[in-house]
């Protein structure tokens, strides 16, 4: 496990970007967690910068999914908070975005369970005036060895 206090915005931006840059070039699933105005949009920002992505980062509520295909990677990125029931990603081809290589970044991921695979890290953030507090922790032997680089490296908010 992996937790740091992220101050403002900017930190959380920049908490993203580290993240981006330990993620493999294989089929790696980012889970989101926390609350509305947590923060997630806001580190998925972060983490496509480090991608090279400088365009606008929206959360895709209304979409499911948006995808950012990249020079050399596509990321893809969900919101799940309007999904009524998890069976409706059939519709969308939910599988057919976990079976490329690409970087699945998922908000509200309990609201697709059964349907999308375990996350190799889970991204959790709450609110902690001023700021947040970012919790990294991980799920599968992937995630294991990106959250041991993590664990290496040092933060600067």
Not at 98 to 117: H, K, N, Q, S, Y
Request: glycine share 10%; charged share 25%; aromatic share 10%.
């Amino acid at each position: 496990m992996w937790i740091a206090h992220l101050p403002d915005e900017n930190s959380t931006v920049a908490a993203g970007y580290k993240l981006g840059g330990l993620l493999p070039r294989e089929l790696c699933v980012v889970s989101l967690e926390g609350c509305l105005g947590a923060g997630k949009t806001t580190f998925c920002r972060g983490l496509l910068s480090r991608f090279g992505y400088s365009g606008a980062v929206k959360s895709p509520t209304y979409t499911l999914v948006e995808p950012y295909r990249l020079s050399d990677w596509t990321i893809y990125h969900f919101d799940l908070y309007r999904l009524a029931d998890p069976e409706e990603l059939e519709f969308v081809g939910v599988r057919d975005y976990f079976a490329d290589e690409a970087t699945c970044l998922v908000e509200w991921p309990e609201r697709g369970e059964g349907f999308i695979p375990v996350p190799d890290i889970v991204v959790s953030l709450q609110l902690a005036e001023p700021g947040r507090q970012i919790t990294v922790t991980s799920k599968t032997a992937r995630g294991a060895k990106i959250l041991t680089r993590l664990k290496g490296d040092a933060f600067e908010s």
